[in-house]
């Protein structure tokens, strides 16, 4: 159950309560797109119910299917029925209603199971999304270090002082926190009711995007989002028609007009000749547009008329009142930057990113490779089972530990998987590693010796022959890695060169590859060839080099396994 509270503004220019959000929602048609982008954004589950509470005195106007809405003067108040659909959930949510905000749903559930609360506060913090670097300063504020996050993350957080983003409260003890069948509009009246009853309350920062609906930039990307996904009536720009009937409503459009993207109208709009309109862009009611004048990314209330010759962007006219002089003075000032759209979204769909490569569907790369490595990975299983029983037995027999040897490393787009080898080395090799860091072989953060005394005799043959190697192929049959492809490694050896590792992520890790194949092992330029041929086979992956890579591998395995006779 998700019940989102539109507070009145605190910091509101005058007793009225003249503030954008309050704006927004009184005025028709951009309250639709606010009310349904708030409740998208709060969309936990398939089956959830979302409720809207606002200040009662807001007059509300919209003709669209919204949300149920309650108003309420000081606490907001809780119904039987109310109470009846929570008890069908784990987790009553009271959300913000001053801010848009979207986390990944999977990450948030996760952390919930993990915390042992009855009351959970919730704040999303950009600064915890993924696919971004990190750094770390020292109190003098000189670099420590950076890392590169390559999913979204949670962390503790202090209780704040004021209602976060959201709260999540365990259904058993929900009415314990209400008074009268009330919830508290008060912040630290809701404290003092959870302390009173001995609730367990936590407070986390989970990675996601915000949008605060008090300022006129994140109001406009939450309409320009909620615009773009929605599926009310807009001008469709190649409709010919310069008058048109919707609803009921006369929309009249000058024959010279012109209207560009998706611009949503209200009642008894008029737009002049020569005018240019823009999207995404709200009309609202009783709206006229002057001869010339250009509307651009911009929402303008109801009853404005903006003079002719007039320039309108990225802009919201919430009135007739416009001072339209100190509008043009302040273009000039700041050139009128362009926003970026959109910054939410509300389909909830996966995040791109542009870092990483991509390639279409049905792709060799994203098809057929995938397919050929099922193929090659259950014939060389099955043709080296014998030898996986007798290594795994000789390793059992020969030192104590694990038969297998289970690694951290980064997959397709930084994803952590365990990548299987057997074991090779004496146990507890890792920690040994740092102190053998400073005499290694290879430059760059990844760690290599010629004669590691952390090898065993046994291990030594594995390693020589690469039949180390072999239990990799159940990580191809699970999708985390591929037969070809960049040299897997952890997140300590991608920490440096950023279009590098996001272009060598941009495909599963190989068991081998063109580094592997094609390394000088010159001194000093390991590094540099690793950067150089991982980039490369990312720029130029085809069928054509992955079976040159196997063809030179197959050979290389053959030599150096005639050589241990």
Partial sequence: MNLIIIRKNKNSADSNGNDLLRFAISSEPIAGVVLNGLSKCVCWGRNSNTIIGIPKGWRIETRVATPEMILYTENIPVCSE??????????????????????????????????????????????????????????????????????????????????????????????????????????????????????TLRAISVGGSVLDLETEQDLLCLLATGLNSSAQNHHNANNKSRKEILDKDTIIISNSARIFGK??????????????????????????????????????????????????????????????????????????????????????????????????RFSYVRCFKRIADIAAAITVLIFFAPVLLIVALVIKLTSRGQVFFKDTRQGLHGKEYNCLKFRSMVVGADKIQDKLRSISEVDGDHYKMEDDPRVNAVGRFLRDTHIDEIPQFFNVLLGQMSVVGPRPSPESENTLCPSWRDARLSVLPGITGLWQVCRTRQPKKDFQEWIHYDTKYVRDLSLKMDLWICWQTIKKLVRNFVKQF
């Fill in 82 to 199: 109310f109470l009846r659909k929570t008890r069908q959930t784990s987790w009553f949510i009271v959300s913000n209603g001053r801010f848009a905000t979207q986390i990944d749903s999977e990450l948030l559930h996760k952390t919930l199971a993990g915390i042992q609360a009855d009351v959970v506060a919730v704040n999303v913090e950009p600064e915890l999304l993924g696919r971004r670097e990190k750094m770390r300063v020292t109190a003098q504020g000189k670099l420590a270090g950076f890392r590169r996050l390559y999913s979204d993350s949670a962390e503790p957080a202090p209780v704040p002082a004021d209602w976060p983003h959201h709260i999540f409260i365990n259904t058993g003890v929900f009415q314990q926190v209400l008074a009268d069948r009330d919830l508290p509009h008060s912040f630290s009246t809701f404290l003092k009711r959870c302390r009173s009853n001995a609730l």
């Fill in 263 to 360: 611009v949503l109208f209200g009642q008894n709009v008029s737009i002049s000749q020569n005018a240019i309109i823009v999207g995404p862009t709200i009309l609202g009611n009783h709206v006229k547009i002057g001869k010339a004048a250009v509307i651009n990314s911009s929402v303008i209330g109801p009853g404005v008329c903006v003079p002719q010759n007039q320039l309108v962007q990225n802009r919201i006219i919430k009135g007739p009142q416009c001072n339209w002089q100190r509008l043009n003075n302040r273009y000039k000032s700041n050139n009128s930057k362009q926003i970026c759209y959109p910054k939410l979204d509300l389909n909830h769909q996966q995040r791109a990113n542009e870092n990483f490569r991509n390639w279409p």
